[in-house]
């Protein structure tokens, strides 16, 4: 090969490189992003939120619908205060 073409080949390399590095980077600044804006709306009283989130069933509106928190339970057992421990 000659002296040309190698150096054209590394640069070609360093560039892809280089921005696959700087793609990694943006993407992950572009969810931390994300999460920094998301965060004060979850943490708010406004029904979208945590609170929301918490309530085992609600009615019918922003989130499509009643969900529920826990598979269904058909045989429900209590526990008592020996079954638990600390």
């Known amino acids: 090969m000659s002296k ?14 280089l921005s696959l590095f700087f793609s990694i980077i943006s993407i992950w600044v572009w969810a931390n992003r994300q999460i920094a804006n998301r965060q004060p709306i979850f943490n ?7 609170k929301a989130a918490g309530q085992p069933n609600r009615t019918p509106g922003w989130a499509g619908g009643n969900k529920s928190l826990v598979w269904p339970v058909y045989n429900v057992e209590e526990l008592t205060k020996e079954e638990v421990h600390f």
């Open 44 to 50: 708010s009283d406004s029904g979208l939120g945590r």
């Open 4 to 17: 040309t073409q190698t150096t054209i080949e590394i640069t070609i390399g360093f560039i892809v490189v």
